[in-house]
Nanobody
Framework: QVQLVESGGGLVQAGGSLRLSCAASGRLFSSYAMGWFRQAPGKEREFVATINWSGSSTDYADSVKGRFTISRDNAKKMVYLQMNSLVPEDTAVYYC????????????????WGQGTQVTVSA
């Protein structure tokens, strides 16, 4: 099991950028696939991005392709989400998640979740 703590959220104007970080603890982190999800007020939690255990494979929601980039540093036990060209529709609480399968996973069936970090994009 890994424990996850997100950081880097905040308020940004449309067109701006933010970089979210997810710090993991647990000796098996490097074997887990990692993902980012988000939940806007009144909406269900949705998939944003995923990366496999080695970082060699990624997948993105159509709504963020070309704007967001997921990456990981296994030595530092960190996962990142670089978000560019932000739009107000990106406003949500962003969650980091870990999946023991090690492969890219786009569903919400992850084993561990962080507490979330708020991202607000103003028009």
């Amino acid at each position: 099991q890994v424990q996850l703590v997100e950081s880097g959220g905040g308020l940004v104007q449309a067109g701006g950028s933010l970089r979210l970080s997810c710090a993991a603890s647990g000796r098996l982190f490097s074997s887990y696939a990692m993902g980012w999800f988000r939940q806007a007020p009144g909406k269900e939690r949705e998939f944003v991005a995923t990366i496999n255990w080695s970082g060699s494979s990624t997948d993105y929601a159509d709504s963020v392709k070309g704007r967001f980039t997921i990456s990981r540093d296994n030595a530092k036990k960190m996962v990142y989400l670089q978000m560019n060209s932000l739009v107000p529709e990106d406003t949500a609480v962003y969650y980091c998640a870990a999946d023991r399968s090690g492969q890219v996973v786009t569903t919400k069936s992850h084993d561990s979740w962080g507490q979330g970090t708020q991202v607000t994009v103003s028009a």
